[in-house]
């Protein structure tokens, strides 16, 4: 199981770091990730964390979004800074075996989301 947490209501600018706490398992040799879904959008991949540490990210995220994990806590991490309008949406961990791509289909497991709000 993967549980989200972190998200609010901020202003443009700010910043929230979102965690995605796994139990029920170990998720140390899984890659692991966060996608969003905004309101009447398809989900969309926003970075990863391989499960040796590697990251990546879209394009858009680059920059202002970091992607962290604590293996003995059995978490990951997703700063966020210099928040835009554009970043509200639904945000989702998720974890798999294989490495994430920028699908969303085919991943094992999915953290309830948090939702992120960034007002102009």
């Known amino acids: 199981q993967l549980q989200a947490s972190g998200g609010g209501f901020v202003q443009a600018g700010a910043s929230l770091r979102l965690s995605c706490a796994a139990s029920?398992?170990?998720?140390?040799?899984?890659?692991l990730g966060w996608f969003r879904q905004a309101p009447g959008k398809e989900r969309e991949f926003v970075g990863a964390?391989?499960?040796?540490?590697?990251?990546y990210y879209a394009d858009s995220m680059k920059g202002r979004f970091t992607i962290s994990r604590d293996n003995s806590k059995n978490t990951v991490y997703l700063q966020m800074n210099s928040l835009k309008p554009e970043d509200t949406a639904v945000y989702y961990c998720?974890?798999?075996?294989?490495?994430?791509?920028?699908?969303?289909?085919?991943?094992?497991?999915w953290g309830k989301g948090t939702q992120v709000t960034v007002s102009s």
């Open positions: 998720a974890a798999d075996r294989q490495p994430l791509t920028h699908s969303y289909l085919g991943v094992n497991y």
């Open positions: 029920g398992r170990t998720f140390s040799n899984y890659h």
């Open positions: 964390i391989t499960w040796l540490g590697s990251t």
